[in-house]
């Protein structure tokens, strides 16, 4: 039986799954957490129920990576490398280079090293994984899955800016916006626990973890997408802002005498939860500190939840309607208060929650009330799933 294994690299985080192929059955599974923060943690569960965990620090993407790959050997998750003969990687950009996931060769890891500053804070840290397993892994079937992929053909009407048309044609200067990964997979569930062909819904995802975005998704394709040419715009995020005017950037930019590019760092590393906050970018923290009364945690859980309103409002207009909303990822998936707060404020457009049913986290259930007029149904994402079935279908293409 071989192995291939899925490797996720967020803007925080370090994911993997490593799969026994043809059966898909998870052998070992883990996350690496607050890479770039104090204090890190790391936890594996693999084997018989068996779990590695620790707090420890991850300077930095290549530090995750080295461990993940040092502890597959050391806890005999792979007696070899070579047990392992497939690999897929997340990649976020792929521009409208990318339209499918791809064979990894050195042209395609020189196209994605040119699509870093599509998407600053995330595809260098994939680089560096890429490049790491090849080494570990020369022989081995290697493929990227863009999270842009999803979103590549939606209509120009809401993927392009209103701006000179030409910055289009030579710059490629549009919304690419993320996550396509996981808005397909808890698309295509949502159709499933639904029971309705995906080309007749209109759904609405919530990727909302340490990067968060919002797709309205028509008839099993992406209509519209929160994220824009990188993951910075959108909805608020762990450190990054969402959308801001751009005459502010500039206004700040000369009142703090800041180059482009740090303005652009600030952005992305501290604002958000953080920047709002000065607490913490993780919201479990902001959570808690609002909960002591802390006016600033307070403040910036009123924003974030507003946000992802004001989006929702935006593509039921947009859609003409919805069937279902879903929350997915970190804060979606676990986050009992979030949900509740998000879902409390829609209750004009007929979405009511449950709170029994939505007292729970990590699994996939139908939160709606009885009498809602529109589904709200929480799907634990798989991108990793996506990334081993991808691979699949281009070994067999191949
Ligand atoms: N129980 C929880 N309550 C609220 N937020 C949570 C909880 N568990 C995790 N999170 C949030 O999920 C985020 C991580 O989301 P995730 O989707 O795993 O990350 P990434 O965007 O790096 O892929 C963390 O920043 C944290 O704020
Ligand atoms: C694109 C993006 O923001 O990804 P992540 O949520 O994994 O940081
Ligand atoms: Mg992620």
Redesign the pocket.
């Given at each position: 039986m071989s192995k291939t294994i899925a490797v996720n690299a967020?803007?925080?985080?370090l994911k993997f799954k490593l799969f026994d192929m043809p059966s898909e059955d998870v052998v070992a599974e883990g996350t690496i957490e607050r890479i770039g923060e104090k204090m890190g943690h790391a936890k594996i569960k693999y084997g018989n129920d068996q779990k590695h965990e620790e707090d420890k620090p991850f300077a930095d993407h290549a530090a995750a990576v080295n461990y993940l790959l040092d502890k597959l050997i050391e806890l005999k998750i792979v007696a070899s490398y070579d047990e392992i003969t497939a690999v897929g990687h997340r990649i976020v950009a792929g521009g409208e280079f990318f339209k499918d996931s791809t064979i990894i060769d050195d042209d395609v890891i020189s196209k994605i090293d040119e699509l870093s500053e599509y998407a600053p804070l995330h595809e260098p840290a994939e680089l560096v994984g890429i490049k790491a397993f090849r080494k570990v892994l020369p022989h081995a079937f290697a493929v990227a899955v863009f999270d842009t992929s999803f979103h590549v053909d939606m209509p120009e009407m809401n993927a392009l800016y209103s701006v000179p048309y030409d910055w289009y044609k030579k710059y490629g200067a549009r919304k690419y916006g993320a996550h396509g990964t996981s808005h397909r997979y808890v698309s295509t569930r949502a159709a499933e626990m639904l029971g309705k062909p995906i080309e007749e819904l209109k759904l609405i995802t919530m990727h909302i973890?340490?990067?968060a975005s919002i797709t309205a998704v028509k008839n099993g394709k992406s209509f519209d997408t929160s994220m824009g040419f990188t993951p910075v715009a959108g909805i608020t995020m762990?450190t990054r802002s969402g959308d801001v005017d751009p005459s502010l950037i500039a206004f700040m930019q000369g009142k703090l005498n800041l180059s482009s590019d740090e303005m652009i760092d600030i952005l992305n590393h501290k604002s958000g939860l953080l920047g709002i906050s000065g607490i913490s970018?993780?919201?479990?923290d902001i959570?808690a500190a609002a909960e002591k009364g802390d006016d600033r945690a307070q403040l910036a859980l009123d924003i974030y939840v507003n946000r992802i309103v004001r989006y929702i409002g935006a593509y039921i207009a947009e859609m003409g309607g919805a069937d279902a909303i879903v929350f997915t990822?970190?804060?979606g998936e676990?986050?009992v208060p979030?949900r509740k707060m998000i879902t409390d404020k829609l209750g004009y457009f007929g979405i009511k929650i449950d709170q029994e049913k939505n007292n729970c986290?990590g699994v996939e259930r139908d939160l709606s009330a009885d009498d809602a007029k529109i589904k709200t149904l929480l799907i634990p994402t798989n991108e990793e799933l996506m990334i081993v079935r991808d691979i699949e279908r281009l070994k067999k293409n191949n």
């Open positions: 967020g803007s925080s985080t973890g340490a990067g762990a970018p993780d919201m479990r959570l990822a970190g804060v676990n986050s979030v986290h």
